[in-house]
Protein backbone atom coordinates (compact mmCIF):
# COMPACT_ATOMS: atom_id res chain seq x y z
CA UNK A 1 0.00 0.00 0.00
CA UNK A 2 1.20 3.82 -1.00
CA UNK A 3 1.54 6.47 1.24
CA UNK A 4 -1.37 7.70 -1.22
CA UNK A 5 -3.87 5.13 -0.58
CA UNK A 6 -3.11 5.59 3.19
CA UNK A 7 -4.16 8.65 3.12
CA UNK A 8 -7.41 8.00 1.26
CA UNK A 9 -8.09 5.01 3.29
CA UNK A 10 -7.79 7.33 6.21
CA UNK A 11 -9.89 10.06 4.65
CA UNK A 12 -12.88 7.82 4.26
CA UNK A 13 -12.45 6.46 7.94
CA UNK A 14 -12.86 10.31 8.92
CA UNK A 15 -15.91 10.78 6.16
CA UNK A 16 -17.60 7.84 7.39
CA UNK A 17 -17.02 8.95 11.16
CA UNK A 18 -18.73 12.60 9.94
CA UNK A 19 -21.92 10.45 8.33
CA UNK A 20 -22.27 8.32 11.06
CA UNK A 21 -22.24 11.21 13.41
CA UNK A 22 -25.08 13.21 11.47
CA UNK A 23 -26.87 9.44 11.36
CA UNK A 24 -27.51 9.00 15.06
CA UNK A 25 -27.75 12.77 15.83
CA UNK A 26 -31.18 12.63 12.86
CA UNK A 27 -32.52 9.35 15.22
CA UNK A 28 -32.33 11.42 18.85
CA UNK A 29 -34.68 14.29 17.38
CA UNK A 30 -37.66 11.91 17.52
CA UNK A 31 -37.04 10.63 20.51
CA UNK A 32 -37.27 14.20 22.19
CA UNK A 33 -40.48 14.92 20.25
CA UNK A 34 -42.16 11.52 21.66
CA UNK A 35 -40.97 12.84 25.10
CA UNK A 36 -42.52 16.18 24.69
CA UNK A 37 -45.77 14.82 23.25
CA UNK A 38 -45.82 11.87 26.05
CA UNK A 39 -46.82 9.12 23.97
CA UNK A 40 -45.34 6.38 21.86
CA UNK A 41 -45.01 6.57 18.39
CA UNK A 42 -47.05 3.17 17.86
CA UNK A 43 -50.10 4.99 19.44
CA UNK A 44 -50.18 8.01 17.29
CA UNK A 45 -51.32 7.30 14.28
CA UNK A 46 -54.51 5.55 16.41
CA UNK A 47 -55.03 9.15 17.07
CA UNK A 48 -56.22 9.85 13.80
CA UNK A 49 -59.80 9.16 12.61
CA UNK A 50 -60.58 5.67 10.57
CA UNK A 51 -61.60 8.03 7.39
CA UNK A 52 -57.89 9.39 7.41
CA UNK A 53 -56.04 6.25 7.96
CA UNK A 54 -58.02 4.87 4.88
CA UNK A 55 -56.92 7.79 2.65
CA UNK A 56 -53.08 8.59 4.02
CA UNK A 57 -51.35 6.36 1.58
CA UNK A 58 -53.10 7.60 -1.13
CA UNK A 59 -53.03 11.31 0.03
CA UNK A 60 -49.31 10.87 0.81
CA UNK A 61 -48.74 9.64 -3.16
CA UNK A 62 -50.24 12.69 -4.52
CA UNK A 63 -48.46 14.77 -2.13
CA UNK A 64 -45.07 13.38 -2.90
CA UNK A 65 -46.08 13.68 -6.84
CA UNK A 66 -47.08 17.34 -6.38
CA UNK A 67 -44.02 17.97 -3.84
CA UNK A 68 -41.30 16.37 -6.84
CA UNK A 69 -43.38 18.53 -9.69
CA UNK A 70 -43.19 21.82 -7.61
CA UNK A 71 -39.74 21.39 -5.96
CA UNK A 72 -38.10 20.73 -9.37
CA UNK A 73 -39.67 23.69 -11.12
CA UNK A 74 -38.87 26.09 -8.38
CA UNK A 75 -35.40 25.44 -8.64
CA UNK A 76 -34.92 27.70 -11.28
CA UNK A 77 -36.84 30.75 -9.27
CA UNK A 78 -35.73 29.99 -5.65
CA UNK A 79 -32.16 29.28 -4.38
CA UNK A 80 -31.22 26.72 -2.22
CA UNK A 81 -31.12 28.11 1.15
CA UNK A 82 -29.34 26.93 4.36
CA UNK A 83 -30.42 24.21 6.94
CA UNK A 84 -31.49 26.11 9.43
CA UNK A 85 -33.82 28.61 7.16
CA UNK A 86 -35.62 25.77 5.83
CA UNK A 87 -36.43 23.94 9.41
CA UNK A 88 -37.60 27.83 10.73
CA UNK A 89 -39.85 27.57 7.59
CA UNK A 90 -41.37 24.30 8.09
CA UNK A 91 -41.41 24.92 12.37
CA UNK A 92 -43.21 27.69 11.57
CA UNK A 93 -45.78 25.87 8.78
CA UNK A 94 -46.24 23.00 11.57
CA UNK A 95 -47.25 25.67 14.52
CA UNK A 96 -49.73 26.72 11.74
CA UNK A 97 -51.15 23.26 10.35
CA UNK A 98 -51.05 22.38 14.72
CA UNK A 99 -53.27 25.58 15.34
CA UNK A 100 -56.43 24.44 13.46
CA UNK A 101 -56.36 20.66 14.18
CA UNK A 102 -56.38 17.98 11.61
CA UNK A 103 -57.84 20.28 8.79
CA UNK A 104 -55.30 22.64 9.34
CA UNK A 105 -52.63 19.68 9.46
CA UNK A 106 -54.09 17.64 6.08
CA UNK A 107 -53.46 21.36 4.11
CA UNK A 108 -50.06 21.56 5.45
CA UNK A 109 -48.89 18.49 4.86
CA UNK A 110 -48.52 18.59 1.21
CA UNK A 111 -46.47 22.07 1.16
CA UNK A 112 -44.43 20.60 4.25
CA UNK A 113 -43.29 17.53 2.01
CA UNK A 114 -42.62 20.01 -1.16
CA UNK A 115 -40.16 21.51 0.96
CA UNK A 116 -38.71 19.07 2.72
CA UNK A 117 -38.16 17.12 -0.77
CA UNK A 118 -36.51 20.89 -2.24
CA UNK A 119 -34.54 20.53 0.70
CA UNK A 120 -33.51 17.08 -0.14
CA UNK A 121 -32.19 17.99 -3.43
CA UNK A 122 -30.36 21.09 -2.21
CA UNK A 123 -28.48 18.39 -0.31
CA UNK A 124 -28.12 16.59 -3.30
CA UNK A 125 -26.81 19.47 -5.02
CA UNK A 126 -24.06 20.26 -2.03
CA UNK A 127 -22.72 16.65 -2.94
CA UNK A 128 -22.16 17.45 -6.50
CA UNK A 129 -25.56 15.63 -8.14
CA UNK A 130 -27.41 17.42 -10.02
CA UNK A 131 -31.07 17.41 -8.96
CA UNK A 132 -32.84 17.11 -12.50
CA UNK A 133 -30.97 13.99 -12.99
CA UNK A 134 -33.92 11.31 -13.05
CA UNK A 135 -31.35 8.80 -11.28
CA UNK A 136 -31.14 11.74 -8.76
CA UNK A 137 -34.63 12.80 -8.54
CA UNK A 138 -35.21 8.82 -7.46
CA UNK A 139 -32.34 9.26 -4.72
CA UNK A 140 -34.32 12.19 -3.26
CA UNK A 141 -37.81 10.49 -3.40
CA UNK A 142 -35.52 7.26 -1.40
CA UNK A 143 -34.77 9.39 1.42
CA UNK A 144 -38.21 9.70 2.05
CA UNK A 145 -38.13 5.79 2.57
CA UNK A 146 -35.93 5.87 5.75
CA UNK A 147 -37.44 4.71 8.99
CA UNK A 148 -38.86 8.77 9.64
CA UNK A 149 -37.76 10.08 13.13
CA UNK A 150 -41.02 8.87 15.20
CA UNK A 151 -40.18 5.57 14.55
CA UNK A 152 -38.29 2.83 16.04
CA UNK A 153 -35.15 1.53 14.55
CA UNK A 154 -35.95 -1.65 12.62
CA UNK A 155 -33.22 -1.37 10.29
CA UNK A 156 -35.05 0.65 7.46
CA UNK A 157 -32.88 3.68 7.84
CA UNK A 158 -30.30 1.41 6.88
CA UNK A 159 -32.09 -0.16 4.30
CA UNK A 160 -33.32 2.32 2.02
CA UNK A 161 -29.33 3.82 2.18
CA UNK A 162 -28.44 0.15 0.48
CA UNK A 163 -31.00 0.39 -1.95
CA UNK A 164 -29.67 0.96 -5.42
CA UNK A 165 -31.49 3.22 -7.86
CA UNK A 166 -31.12 3.46 -11.35
CA UNK A 167 -32.35 4.38 -14.61
CA UNK A 168 -33.48 1.14 -15.54
CA UNK A 169 -34.93 0.47 -12.39
CA UNK A 170 -38.16 2.06 -13.15
CA UNK A 171 -39.90 5.35 -13.49
CA UNK A 172 -40.33 8.30 -10.53
CA UNK A 173 -43.66 7.40 -10.68
CA UNK A 174 -43.07 3.43 -9.49
CA UNK A 175 -41.06 5.01 -6.82
CA UNK A 176 -43.24 6.99 -5.48
CA UNK A 177 -45.97 3.77 -5.40
CA UNK A 178 -42.79 1.92 -3.82
CA UNK A 179 -41.53 5.22 -0.66
CA UNK A 180 -45.58 6.00 -0.32
CA UNK A 181 -46.16 3.48 1.98
CA UNK A 182 -44.14 3.88 4.51
CA UNK A 183 -43.96 7.57 4.13
CA UNK A 184 -47.85 7.38 4.99
CA UNK A 185 -47.48 5.34 8.49
CA UNK A 186 -44.53 8.51 8.76
CA UNK A 187 -46.50 11.47 7.58
CA UNK A 188 -49.31 10.11 9.82
CA UNK A 189 -47.69 10.23 12.93
CA UNK A 190 -46.96 13.61 12.38
CA UNK A 191 -50.18 14.36 11.71
CA UNK A 192 -51.39 12.78 14.78
CA UNK A 193 -49.04 15.03 17.01
CA UNK A 194 -50.78 17.91 15.68
CA UNK A 195 -54.06 16.91 16.65
CA UNK A 196 -53.10 16.86 20.59
CA UNK A 197 -55.69 19.11 21.90
CA UNK A 198 -54.23 22.45 23.29
CA UNK A 199 -50.79 22.02 22.21
CA UNK A 200 -51.21 21.28 18.57
CA UNK A 201 -49.40 24.38 17.83
CA UNK A 202 -46.71 23.57 19.44
CA UNK A 203 -46.59 19.96 19.36
CA UNK A 204 -46.82 20.85 15.14
CA UNK A 205 -43.89 23.15 14.92
CA UNK A 206 -42.13 20.64 17.38
CA UNK A 207 -42.90 17.51 14.80
CA UNK A 208 -41.97 19.57 11.46
CA UNK A 209 -38.57 20.66 13.61
CA UNK A 210 -37.69 16.72 14.22
CA UNK A 211 -38.70 15.84 10.53
CA UNK A 212 -36.63 18.47 8.74
CA UNK A 213 -33.61 18.41 10.58
CA UNK A 214 -33.74 14.29 10.47
CA UNK A 215 -34.77 14.11 6.87
CA UNK A 216 -31.99 16.79 6.10
CA UNK A 217 -29.46 14.90 8.14
CA UNK A 218 -30.29 11.66 6.42
CA UNK A 219 -30.29 12.95 2.75
CA UNK A 220 -26.41 14.21 4.10
CA UNK A 221 -25.71 10.64 4.89
CA UNK A 222 -27.39 8.99 1.82
CA UNK A 223 -25.44 11.49 -0.87
CA UNK A 224 -22.54 11.44 1.12
CA UNK A 225 -21.95 7.75 0.85
CA UNK A 226 -22.76 8.00 -2.57
CA UNK A 227 -19.79 10.59 -3.00
CA UNK A 228 -17.39 8.66 -1.50
CA UNK A 229 -18.73 5.41 -3.23
CA UNK A 230 -17.82 7.33 -6.34
CA UNK A 231 -14.39 8.77 -5.17
CA UNK A 232 -12.73 5.69 -3.62
CA UNK A 233 -14.11 2.90 -6.27
CA UNK A 234 -15.82 1.06 -2.96
CA UNK A 235 -19.04 -0.09 -3.49
CA UNK A 236 -22.06 1.28 -1.70
CA UNK A 237 -22.73 -2.23 0.02
CA UNK A 238 -19.11 -2.03 1.99
CA UNK A 239 -19.57 1.60 2.96
CA UNK A 240 -23.01 1.25 4.26
CA UNK A 241 -21.83 -1.90 6.60
CA UNK A 242 -18.59 0.45 7.62
CA UNK A 243 -20.88 3.04 7.83
CA UNK A 244 -23.32 1.25 10.56
CA UNK A 245 -19.85 -0.29 12.47
CA UNK A 246 -18.92 3.27 12.74
CA UNK A 247 -22.49 4.10 14.02
CA UNK A 248 -21.90 1.56 16.69
CA UNK A 249 -18.80 2.71 17.44
CA UNK A 250 -20.03 5.71 18.45
Same mark, same amino acid.
Given at each position: ??? =???????????????????HKGAGGLGLQVLNFVGGQAENLLERLPDRVKDRLEDATARALNV???????????????????? =??? +? =????????????????????? +??????? =??? /????? &???????????? $???????????????? /????????????? #??? +?? &???????????????????? #??????????????????????????? &?? &??????????????????? $??????????
Amino acid at each position: MTG =TDLVEVVDIDLELTALARRHKGAGGLGLQVLNFVGGQAENLLERLPDRVKDRLEDATARALNVAMRAASQSRGLVPDQKGWLN =TAM +T =TAMGAMGGAGGLPTALAELPV +TTTVLLR =TIQ /GIAFQ &HGFNPDDPDVQK $ECLLVFGSAGPLAADD /GADMAFLSARVTL #TGG +TV &HGLIARVAPRLATVLGQKLA #TQTIPVIGAVAGAATNYAYTSYYQEMA &HV &HFGLRRLSEKSGRTRAELV $EDLRGAINAL
